[in-house]
């Protein structure tokens, strides 16, 4: 008699449920069996969809759809580990069990219903049997589980149909039916316990080699995903595209894999598993072992490939050759079953991570090794490898881990358990790319050290600030902005967005640590601030942008209602309203200077810079209005009040000579008298409310408090004189020359020297004036600029021609801002620094080179970058005008530079933190490589943040 495979492997699977029930026998047999029952009428029709071609994805071919056995699987796993923990007194896992028996039907049922509800004619007999079937499970589970458990079922449930669409749509032809079932839902409720145990981590109580493997097999496999889904949109065979991918697995294994396993075992993963090997000389005689198999393997594979080469192109691998993998991995197995279970757990995660990882390279042809892989394992392809992916040998490595896995060992008093572990690569492409995924790797770099209720949302304002900053590119392109922004430049909103937010959260994290209350609580607003000013510049973006983007649209709702939400839960309505109030002044201030100032910034440094302005306003009113309680330091006073004060003057005069020419002696007489009369009788007046003493003779006691101080400002007056004559004389060769001569990038690079000669010596020896002196500064150099703007007499012509010279391409707009961009990127570190939140004066390890941030990015990184890139580069980054050679000296100088500071500066004491320093440097050394912001802003504050941690 001739038999259909298909029925005997169905009489086969029904022969098991029936021994499996003929020793476990419950409440959950008879839905056991009515499931088995009705899975054999719908793989019927499963069948008859993968051969008509009506199922709506591409399924493997040759082989029928596998319903029955694969619904089987999770419920029958579930209640047979029921069994053995009802026998052990193990309620809490008894109760897990249940749920997996749950989950397994719910799945099971939910393909039915798709197959059921696609095939036509209606099957009405197939319907009612799994009617039946399905009214039996949902009665039963309302009887059997809790709330809870029946939520637990259905976030799995969930997540099994958003990542059945991923899988099916990017893998076409690898799975059927029933294999997608085993796996999406194996994947889907591994994810569901990861996400219930990573929410109480804090009450999780667990092997930490259980989380290993929960953490490590969704880690990788959230990892594949991403990069499938990310390469449908840019080729991933290029040089460019595999480093990008390198880099990014190392930005997300570090950044999320590694932390997120951290909090569920409360330990560093990396040192953990360090001492989970070496804990005995077993483990090490047992790793040696499986290396040397591994490596057998590989010649095995290496030996039949020069076979292919030297007979036929098309030589495929016998049967006999296939099942060499098999012994060896059998010779793997049986020893660690022996002589140490939990160490074959990890190491077959570990194996399992690696192989995903691998074939990653292979589908993606990720460079270098991408296409000799193909080559290699195309070698042993048979024809269940149908689809884009080579899953033999992950399935061979599944089928031997997983009783390994399942092994119920809380329900086994005298029985062991297995662990897993995880490792990622990091990538670069396109410059806006990369400056986008350094900006997220130091996002991720903060928050795998401080991670607390604002944290997910930055995250989200990171993701949300992506997708618009492309918005905002394609304004630019379009000339579709509003106002005029400064040209050949990217907007720069992503990482401009992340600037307030993160310095809000790194010296939050400090003010916590020395239990400052009042300091902890503004950092708080700063970082609500930044989040707002963040989300109100995307609505502009989205608002003017035609047709509307749907899509950001969505991800931007989904990151301003966390922002709101948590806002809500962490501000008091005072600080709320005083957020409002920053909000407030951002756009008026934005409206005047945009329009005053055309092509002046990029929509990112526009958001840096007024959004900085804004908040140093408001706080001035703020403490202005409480002068009388107003308790600080004088030197802070000072600051806003010489900022605030020397801005409303530029604005005041950019709004009168909008009315009048500003180049005549009577308007620059008028201007001389107007910025005396406001100066004396507004600015000094407000600064003397706030520090109850006259603003000058604080001053002067200031700066003639100690010897030191006099030897440091004489020394800073030749430092400025020195850089008057370089000035000088660069014009005079222009003179001589030719008059379209300018500063070459190495004549541009004195005036960072000058300045590092001048920020290190006030530094070591006296950093408040320091601070007085760079505001002092500051304040010259704008009423120059505007001097020199409105060509104010007798001087205003002279600097017109004398700063010409020094212009680059970033100097596009009316103003002339990179020296004043160069002071606050050396000053800003200074200014931020929260004292308050340092009884000490220093912070401890990477803490003490925070005030140095300046130094260290912009006059020692860029300084020497620039000259060694334009003088010695020659290999030079992808898209960009940037050399390898000049980013791997600045990393190099930097270092350096640290290295002199610890013998120079006492203060300093990095005690172990060195590859967090170095990782800091090379982080912003990259950023410098690919922004096409002001990298004199931009790379002090991000290199502030990282040091901060």
């Known amino acids: ?135 039996a499970v949902l009665y039963t589970v309302k009887q059997t589980l809790t709330v809870s458990e029946v939520i637990e079922v259905l976030e799995v449930l969930l997540i099994f149909v958003y990542l059945s669409l991923i899988l099916l749509f990017l893998l076409p032809r690898c799975f059927t039916p029933g294999e997608a079932l085993i796996i ?78 951290a ?46 080469s030297s ?14 993998f098999h012994l060896i991995v059998v010779a793997t197995y049986v020893p660690g079953l022996i002589y140490d279970r939990q160490l074959l757990h990890v190491a077959s995660v570990g194996c399992l991570v690696v192989f995903l990882l691998l074939e990653y390279t292979r589908y993606f042809r990720i460079r270098p090794m991408g296409q000799l892989l193909r080559q290699l394992l195309t070698l042993f392809l048979d024809e269940r490898d149908s689809g884009p992916l080579i899953l033999t040998h992950i399935y061979l490595l599944l089928g031997m881990s997983l009783p390994i896995w399942l092994f119920p060992g809380p329900c086994t008093p005298k029985g062991t358990l297995p662990g897993a572990g995880a490792l990622v690569p990091y990538a670069g492409t396109n410059p806006v790319l990369v400056e986008s995924l350094v900006v997220f790797s130091i996002v991720l770099c903060v928050h795998s050290v401080i991670w607390n209720q604002l944290s997910w949302c930055a995250i989200a304002l990171a993701i949300q600030a992506f997708y618009v900053q492309h918005k905002w590119d394609r304004l630019l392109k379009s000339g579709g902005a509003v106002f005029q922004f400064r040209p050949s430049a990217n907007s720069g909103i992503l990482p401009a967005c992340m600037v307030m937010p993160l310095i809000g959260m790194a010296v939050k994290g400090r003010c916590e640590d020395s239990g400052n209350v009042v300091f902890e609580r503004f950092s708080l607003v700063v970082t609500a601030t930044g989040m707002a000013l963040a989300l109100f510049l995307s609505l502009i973006a989205l608002g003017i942008t035609r047709p509307v983007p749907t899509n950001t649209c969505v991800i931007s709702g989904i990151a301003g209602s966390a922002v709101l939400y948590t806002v809500k839960q962490t501000l008091t309505v005072s600080e709320v309203i005083e957020v409002l109030e920053v909000l407030l002044i951002f756009v008026y201030l934005s409206l005047i200077l945009l329009f005053l100032l055309p092509r002046c910034f990029t929509p990112g440094e526009a958001l840096i810079i007024v959004g900085g302005i804004s908040f140093v306003i408001n706080q001035l009113i703020k403490r202005s209005l409480n002068a009388s309680e107003a308790k600080g330091d004088p030197v802070n006073y000072f600051l806003l009040v010489a900022v605030v004060g020397s801005l409303l003057l530029g604005i005041f005069f950019a709004l009168l000579f909008c009315f009048m020419e500003s180049e005549t002696w009577v308007s620059s007489l008028f201007f001389h008298m107007m910025t005396a009369v406001l100066g004396l009788g507004i600015i000094l007046p407000w600064l003397a409310l706030l520090i109850s003493r006259h603003p000058i003779m604080w001053l002067l006691d200031f700066m003639l408090h100690s010897q030191t101080r006099l030897y440091l400002l004489g020394y800073w007056v030749f430092l400025a004189a020195l850089a008057s004559v370089v000035v000088l ?28 000669a001048t920020y290190v010596p006030g530094l070591i020896y006296d950093r408040q004036l320091l601070q007085v002196a760079s505001v002092g500064c500051l304040v010259v150099f704008l009423l120059l600029e505007y001097t020199r703007y409105f060509r104010i007499r007798p001087m205003g012509q002279l600097l017109r021609q004398l700063l010409t010279l020094f212009l680059d391409e970033r100097d596009s707009g009316p103003l ?32 003490a080179l925070v005030p140095y941030a300046g130094v260290l990015a912009v006059g020692v990184g860029d300084t020497v970058a620039s000259v060694f890139g334009s003088t010695l580069g020659e290999i030079r980054w992808p898209g960009t005008k940037k050399t390898v050679e000049g980013t791997a000296t600045s990393i190099f100088a930097q270092v350096i530079a640290v290295a002199l500071l610890l013998i120079f500066d006492s203060t300093v004491n990095l005690n172990t933190s060195y590859s967090w320093i170095v990782g800091s440097i090379t982080l912003v050394s990259l950023l410098e490589a690919y922004t096409s912001q002001i990298d004199n802003l931009m790379l002090p504050l991000y290199l502030f943040v990282l040091l901060m941690m």
Not at 101 to 130: D, Q
Not at 311 to 324: D, F, G, M, N, P
């Open 1 to 135: 008699m001739q038999t259909n495979p298909v029925l005997v492997e169905s009489l086969v699977v029904f022969s098991i449920v029936l021994c499996v029930h003929s020793v476990i026998w419950n409440q959950l047999s008879w839905c056991a069996i009515a499931l088995a029952i009705q899975a054999f009428y719908v793989q019927h029709k499963w069948d008859r969809l993968l051969k008509s071609g009506g199922a709506v994805f591409q399924f493997r071919p040759s082989a029928n759809s596998g319903i029955l056995p694969a619904c089987m699987v999770m419920p029958l796993i579930g209640m047979a580990v029921k069994g053995r923990c009802e026998d052990s007194g193990n309620v809490v896992f008894e109760r897990f069990s249940l749920v997996v028996t749950a989950t397994g039907m719910a799945l099971a049922l939910f393909l039915s219903l798709i197959a059921l509800g696609i095939t036509r004619p209606v099957p009405t007999n197939t319907c009612v049997i799994s009617g039946i079937a399905g009214s």
């Open 184 to 261: 999406v839902g194996g994947i889907s409720f591994v994810i569901n316990q990861l996400i219930k145990r990573s929410l109480n981590a804090s009450e999780a109580k667990g092997d930490p080699v259980n989380y290993f493997l929960l953490v490590a097999v969704v880690g990788s496999l959230l990892l594949g995903i991403f990069f499938a889904l990310l390469f449908c949109f840019m080729e991933s065979e290029t040089w460019v595209s595999s480093l990008f991918f390198h880099m990014m697995t190392a930005v997300l294994g570090l950044g999320i894999i590694l932390p997120w396993l």
């Open 263 to 308: 909090l569920l075992i409360s330990r560093h993963p990396i040192t953990w598993l360090l001492d989970f090997m070496l804990h005995s000389q077993t483990r090490l005689y047992l790793l040696g072992y499986w290396v040397f198999l591994a490596a057998l393997a590989s010649v095995v594979v290496l030996h039949q490939n020069t076979k292919r």
């Open 311 to 324: 007979e036929s192109k098309k030589h495929q691998a016998s049967t006999l050759v296939r099942k060499y």
């Open 729 to 756: 004389h660069q014009n005079t060769k222009r003179s001589s020359e030719s008059k379209k001569h300018q500063a070459s990038t190495l004549v541009r690079k004195y005036f960072h020297l000058i300045v590092v």
């Open 816 to 847: 002339i801002l990179t020296h004043i961009y160069l002071l606050l990127g050396m000053s800003l570190p200074i200014w931020l620094f929260p004292g308050p939140c340092i009884p000490k004066g220093t912070l401890p390890g990477a803490g």
